[in-house]
């Protein structure tokens, strides 16, 4: 199955990632947020990102931006990829609405990095072509691509998007619908414990990063990767985690939620365990 038409549904962090990298592999892409300013940003933060790579013998920015082109609503593609707040009603619903908007024989995956696969197919007419494709931040940069299987997605789904993302310069690793896969479920206890033991006084941040950092060979220490994430995205993986797993070791750190509630989000929000500009 080709997938040379792909919508990209949210122009955040992650959407832009992977708008940047399906284009820059000679896809057509569609990008979709409901606030215009956001894909106003995304534009901006890809090109910046282009030009960085292209001194380093990457894709012409200029080549790759013109097969991007931002549509006001769920356009027509071979694939949807949705990249928006890790929240399962709001997922949901761009599902049911993508599987009214797009051809039957399109693919419909999410970069979820904790919801079941499975409760977003049930909201769709096409369980078959549901799958999770969970790329990690940042999208140009890093190398993995979780492929998840619902009970329903088919063996040519899976198939297609494994190819796909092979062809965008990506590893996939297919795994299977459990809650928190398999990367969140081994990276969340890991940051949550760093929190613990900044909350805990055992170390100040940078130091914590730092054991992580030169004592493992981490290239980012766990409190950088918290605010490159976003704390309000970790708090709500790790509640997925820990409803489906039932397992209190998934329960956010009470230091995490404080952050949370007071706005301190990370980079985005320029504040979390560190200040950025």
């Not at 970069?111 to 799958?131: C, E, M």
Request: proline share 6%.
């Amino acid at each position: 199955m080709a997938l040379e038409h792909v919508l990209v549904v949210g122009a955040g962090q992650m959407g832009s990632g992977i708008a940047q990298v399906a284009a820059a592999a000679g896809r057509r892409v569609s990008l979709y947020d409901p606030f215009p300013r956001a894909t106003d940003r995304a534009f901006e933060v890809m090109r910046k990102s282009l030009v960085r790579l292209a001194e380093k013998g990457g894709a012409d920015p200029d080549e790759t931006l013109a097969r991007i082109e931002v549509v006001d609503e769920l356009a027509p593609a071979d694939l949807m990829i949705e990249a928006v707040v890790e929240d399962a009603a709001v997922k949901e619903d761009i599902f049911r609405r993508a599987d009214a908007a797009l051809p039957r024989h399109a693919i419909l995956a999410s970069n979820t990095s904790s919801i079941p696969i499975g409760t977003l197919a049930a909201a769709t007419g096409r369980p078959g072509q549901v799958i999770g494709m969970h790329f990690f931040n940042p999208v140009p940069m890093l190398k993995l691509v979780e492929v998840i299987r619902a009970t329903g997605t088919t063996d040519e789904t899976v198939a297609a998007v494994v190819a796909l993302a092979r062809e965008l310069g990506k590893v996939p690793v297919e795994v299977r619908d459990v809650a928190g896969f398999a990367a969140n479920r081994i990276l969340m206890p890991f940051i949550n414990e760093a929190v613990y033991a900044l909350a805990e006084g055992v170390a100040e941040a940078e130091a914590i990063d730092t054991v992580a950092k030169l004592g493992f060979g981490h290239p980012i220490g766990p409190l950088a990767l918290a605010d490159l994430i976003g704390l309000d995205t970790l708090v709500s993986s790790m509640e997925v985690l820990h409803r489906g797993l039932d397992d209190p070791k998934y329960l956010p750190c009470p230091l995490l939620r404080e952050h949370v509630e007071a706005g301190r989000l990370g980079r985005k929000s320029g504040c979390g365990f560190y200040t950025y500009e």
